[in-house]
């Protein structure tokens, strides 16, 4: 009994563990395949045609290019239009460097022979030194002989009260410069002119001599910058203050 009782547990045994591997042993995929046909799906419908759209979308885009470009040169005009009329800015000058301050002016000489002193015959207007006539040609006597010698303009110094100094001065070629110096007085006539006597003297070198009366002057005003003087030899002299 004990012998039967384990063979039975054994090929119970076996029959479990047969299980087992029967149900965790793989299992050969089966190659027999079936098809079954189906009916083709419906063809799809065609697409819209897109050039009536694009079309009409140009046409839109050239008009409105055309007013764009029309918009912009109106712009253009007006903008020209106002810069016509619009003044170009200056730059801004540079200032002014500061002025020097005003300097007085002095005032100008009184004229040298005014008429109411003249005509006053106020000496005192002839105080100074005055050129007598211009530079010239003359013949000057000299021991005997003539030579012509270059002239030059006379001067007349005064003082106050109208006594004063003649001086003349010659260059001649053969005895050189002369020079000739006479004390003078002026008085006023009543004629209204100036008149100066001299004496004679004698020059350096001592061969020319200066006669008086001959050289005795008669003065005449003619403005308030110059009077006209005659000798009595009717030779005339301008007279000017230095």
């Known amino acids: 009994m004990a012998a039967l009782l384990m ?7 076996l029959l479990i563990a047969s299980w087992f ?14 098809m079954i046909e189906t009916p083709a799906p419906p063809a799809p419908e065609a697409p819209p045609d897109p050039t009536p759209l694009l079309k009409a979308s140009l046409d839109d885009a050239k008009v409105d290019g055309r007013n764009l470009s029309a918009e912009l040169a109106a712009l253009e005009a007006d903008i020209k239009q106002k810069l016509a009329q619009c003044k170009p800015v200056e730059p801004p000058k540079p200032p002014e460097p500061p002025k020097p301050p005003p300097v007085a002016k002095a005032p100008p000489p009184p004229p040298p022979l005014p008429a109411d002193r003249w005509a006053q015959k106020d000496l005192g207007m002839l105080q ?8 010239t040609q003359g013949s000057i006597g000299i021991g005997g002989r003539s030579e012509r010698c270059a002239v030059k303009a006379g001067r007349i110094c005064f003082g106050a009260n109208g006594g004063g100094e003649r001086r003349s001065t010659a260059v001649c070629p053969a005895t050189g410069t ?65």
């Open 21 to 34: 591997l029967r149900a965790c042993a793989p299992v050969a995929p089966s190659t027999s395949l079936s």
């Open 128 to 135: 100074g030194c005055w050129r007598l006539g211009q530079d």
């Open 7 to 13: 063979g039975l547990l054994l090929i119970l045994a």
């Open 178 to 242: 002369i020079t000739c110096a006479a004390p003078i007085t002026a008085r006023f006539g009543n004629d209204n002119t100036l008149g100066t006597t001299q004496p004679a003297v004698q020059c350096n070198p001592g061969q020319a001599n200066w006669t008086g009366p001959p050289n005795s002057l008669t003065c005449r005003r003619v403005s308030d910058t110059l009077a006209v003087c005659r000798d009595r030899l009717n030779f005339e002299y301008e007279f000017r203050r230095e």
